[in-house]
């Protein structure tokens, strides 16, 4: 299947963004500028990131301009204009509007934000498990192709393999954008190397993404509404690491949501690290919310959230990696699953145009 596409260069609305950096650089000027430190803040990360955008898209269109001159000239001196370095050049050029184009689809209130990415492995044991490792190396080696930091925050360990549980802080521009079509159910089917008898299994894996929260302020919590324990640091097979409780656990009892942490040593850090994490929960259930109130509004079916897994991975009897929403495929599976998803991404947000995030 192939992607559709559509004009780029008004999508992106240069003159727009011309405008918001004329009009911080004129704030800038003003003594008062810096009185409120957090808004002044908020525009010089606005500017930096407007000014980055904007010269990538002017040096595509200068390098566009030239390529059209050398491709005219190389017609009236009858070499063949596809050739050499021309060709090479143009296909340079083709992948960079490629990876520029998504820049237009982050058009989600939240998608230039970080995230946290969680997964947790299905019924099945080892298999799913193992499962659960595979789309957290999927993940991670997309994280890294679009410069994103990545840190583990807290995993629990498989038995036998893989891993039961796990949350991934990813920070960088766009994190949410890239990586919100990851969420829901994704189903592996392949014959399990943890089967003796090399039977075909099904296995499945909940992914989470949830962005982080800009301040405080932005998600309040009231002391009264949470629940705080403490407790021991388990290891693998349940051993105890440490002598000390370290291991934290937070239950915001108004929502029911519970979060817990115990890979740092420190309580304090692990509070912290749970807090952060809550407050990011909490804000993908008011996303949520008030996606949903807008699908009723317009009486849209609102689809459960455990329900048909959005993605099929099938390694046996072929190969084959089918999104269900978008119903885009490739037989490449294991590049995807070295992941190269990227194409998956843009057929999600070109879906979803126009249903913006709230």
Known sequence: MKIKSRPLWSDFDVPRKQKIIEQIEKDLLSPHFWD????AQKKMQLLTSVKSDLSSWLELK???ANLSELFQLSLKEQDNPLEDSLANNIQQ?????????LLTLFTGNYDERSIFLSIHAGAGGTESQDWANMLLNMYLQRAGTIN???????????????????????QGKNAYGHFKSERGVHRLVRLSPFDNANLRHTSFALVEILPLVGSDAEIALNADDLRIDVFRAGGHGGQSVQKTSSAVRIVHIPSGTTVSCQNERSQRQNKEIA???????????EIKRQKEEELKLKGEHVPPEWGNQIRSYVLHPYKLVKDHRTNFETTDADAVLSGDIEDFERAFLLSTLGAEET
Do not use: F, H, Q, Y
């Not at 409120?36 to 808004?39: G, N, P």
């Not at 840190?151 to 393999?161: K, L, N, V």
């Not at 807090?275 to 259930?285: C, S, V």
């Open 275 to 285: 807090m952060k994490i809550l407050r990011a929960r909490l804000m993908e259930l």
């Open 148 to 170: 994103l930091k990545t840190s583990i925050i807290d995993s629990s360990p498989g038995e036998e393999a893989g891993i039961k549980s796990v949350i991934v802080e990813m």
């Open 93 to 101: 050029l083709r992948n960079k509007l490629k990876d520029l184009e």
């Open 36 to 39: 409120d430190a957090k808004e």
């Open 62 to 64: 200068k390098e566009a």
